[in-house]
């Protein structure tokens, strides 16, 4: 079995900061990428940031200068560091691994089950 738990989410006043962290843990030979997705209410999903196993980041436009993702790959863990929030980025943070499991062949998707980030005006 493989979990990702996400913590780190609540409600800040815009312009205020939130740090976002993701465990992974269970059966894992090695994990790929790490990431965050997103999801406000009546909206689809949509990609916040990835960051590869050897430290490459790629942001969304849209969170570009005021989010920084990063990992301890000793601790199977990926942060997401939010500054300058306004009220438009409040959803449901999602984490993301790509990931291999003991005794599978190759890498799959996996994620966790989300925490609430609010920022009000």
């Known amino acids: 079995q493989v979990q990702l738990v996400e913590s780190g989410g609540g409600l800040v006043q815009a312009g205020g900061s939130l740090r976002l962290s993701c465990t992974a843990s269970g059966s894992i030979v090695s994990i790929n990428d790490m990431g965050w997705h997103r999801q406000a209410p009546g909206k689809q999903r949509e990609w916040v940031a990835t960051i590869s196993n050897g430290g490459r980041t790629n942001y969304a436009e849209s969170v570009k200068g005021r989010f920084t993702i990063s990992r301890d790959n000793a601790k199977n863990t990926v942060y997401l560091q939010m500054n300058s929030l306004k009220p438009e980025d409040t959803a449901v943070y999602y984490c993301?691994?790509?990931?291999?499991?003991?005794?599978?062949?190759?890498?799959?998707?996996?994620w966790g089950q989300g925490t609430q980030v609010t920022v009000s005006s």
């Open positions: 993301h691994a790509v990931l291999r499991r003991l005794y599978s062949v190759g890498y799959q998707d996996y």
